[in-house]
């Protein structure tokens, strides 16, 4: 899977800047995204995990070119649609769909369940008629719906069914990568399962590609054959997911899985739990070093002055830590 010819998705040094107010006529530059990069290989799920404002949301959303990115690249299938414009990016679109957090706010409340779903159709010139027809009852069919659904508003169905809607619509193109931006954080526990069941049924039977952007670890862990680690802007680790839980490098990773809540007491009272302390730096003046270092319990000089970069410390596992790599840490102290 990690052959060249597989890569579906690569993103190289992205970069997401939004112009903020700082007050009295300052402005100043919010770094969402800071330097990102990785790649998707077909038929994976990569997850995408960390704290809520740490730019997991954001990558997302400038892959799917819903932002104009600020630097960097995005190459589908060797090809870069980072700063192609609206009308050069409509073939784009059909390889690259989007799934919703909010699966009500995502879905147009004045349009029929049926409308919705057509209308990707109609924007690509893909089906007229019965054949449009017959497409959208397919889709609703594929998630588990109806054709009765098809002439029902989103108003009429409960919340998981409403997100299965969503995922029809992004079904509808027959994309190559499907972009699930924490698709189950507004769904009950008893829903969240049957949408990841349905998501996974759906890999297998079409070959898809998922970048899956969450905040719930083991939900992550569970879907995920790679899971990348996100921290005010920047990947800090990357590994396949059995590793990454069995062997965290990153004292921000160590952090996060450690408030994994498990079933098992013992097993509850025998983990020890990472309590970090002090505050997460705003993404508007981010410090010079390394971006965790005012929380990290092991910080070292070298953490204040230099940033550290993604480095692979075994095979298939990179971690952007001084702590693990203390050949850059001499350098830096030199």
């Known amino acids: 899977m990690s052959q060249k010819h597989d890569v579906l998705l690569e993103v190289q040094n992205l970069k997401k800047y939004f112009h903020?107010?700082?007050?009295?006529?300052?402005?100043?530059?919010?770094?969402?995204?800071?330097?990102?990069?990785?790649?998707?290989?077909?038929?994976?799920?990569?997850?995408?995990?960390?704290?809520?404002?740490?730019?997991?949301?954001?990558?997302?959303?400038?892959?799917?070119?819903l932002y104009k990115p600020t630097a960097g690249q995005i190459l589908i299938n060797g090809n870069d649609i980072a700063h192609l414009h609206q009308r050069q990016l409509q073939p784009y679109r059909r390889k690259m769909q989007v799934i919703f957090q909010d699966p009500y706010a995502s879905l147009n409340p004045r349009m029929t369940v049926g409308d919705i779903i057509g209308e990707p159709l109609d924007i690509h010139k893909i089906a007229q008629g019965d054949a449009r027809q017959k497409r959208i009852y397919e889709l609703l069919d594929q998630v588990g719906l109806t054709k009765e659904h098809a002439n029902r508003f989103p108003h009429e169905f409960s919340g998981g069914q409403r997100q299965r809607i969503g995922i029809a619509r992004a079904l509808a193109l027959e994309p190559e990568l499907i972009i699930c931006d924490e698709p189950i954080s507004a769904l009950d526990v008893s829903i969240q399962a049957q949408v990841i069941n349905l998501l996974e049924d759906l890999q297998r039977e079409k070959g898809l590609t998922y970048l899956f952007i969450a905040h719930d670890l083991s939900m992550v862990q569970h879907i995920s054959h790679r899971i990348g680690v996100m921290y005010l802007g920047h990947?800090?680790?990357?590994?396949?997911?059995?590793?990454?839980?069995?062997?965290?490098?990153?004292?921000?990773?160590?952090?996060?899985?450690?408030?994994?809540?498990?079933?098992?007491?013992?097993?509850?009272?025998?983990?020890?739990?990472?309590?970090?302390?002090?505050d997460v730096p705003t993404p508007i003046d981010p410090p010079a070093g390394c971006?965790?270092?005012?929380?990290?319990?092991?910080?070292?000089?070298?953490?204040?002055?230099?940033?550290?970069?993604?480095?692979?410390?075994?095979?298939?596992?990179?971690?952007?830590?001084?702590?693990?790599?203390?050949?850059?840490?001499?350098?830096?102290q030199a």
């Open 20 to 65: 903020v107010s700082k007050g009295f006529g300052r402005s100043g530059k919010l770094k969402a995204v800071d330097d990102v990069s990785f790649q998707i290989f077909k038929g994976e799920t990569f997850g995408l995990v960390g704290e809520s404002g740490c730019g997991k949301t954001t990558i997302g959303r400038t892959i799917a070119r």
């Open 235 to 278: 990947l800090v680790e990357l590994a396949d997911s059995r590793t990454l839980y069995d062997e965290p490098l990153h004292p921000y990773t160590q952090a996060l899985l450690s408030a994994i809540p498990v079933p098992d007491p013992d097993e509850t009272a025998r983990r020890k739990r990472i309590i970090l302390e002090g």
């Open 291 to 332: 971006p965790f270092e005012s929380r990290c319990p092991y910080v070292m000089p070298a953490c204040r002055e230099v940033r550290p970069v993604m480095t692979e410390s075994k095979p298939g596992h990179f971690v952007a830590c001084h702590l693990v790599n203390p050949v850059l840490v001499t350098l830096a």
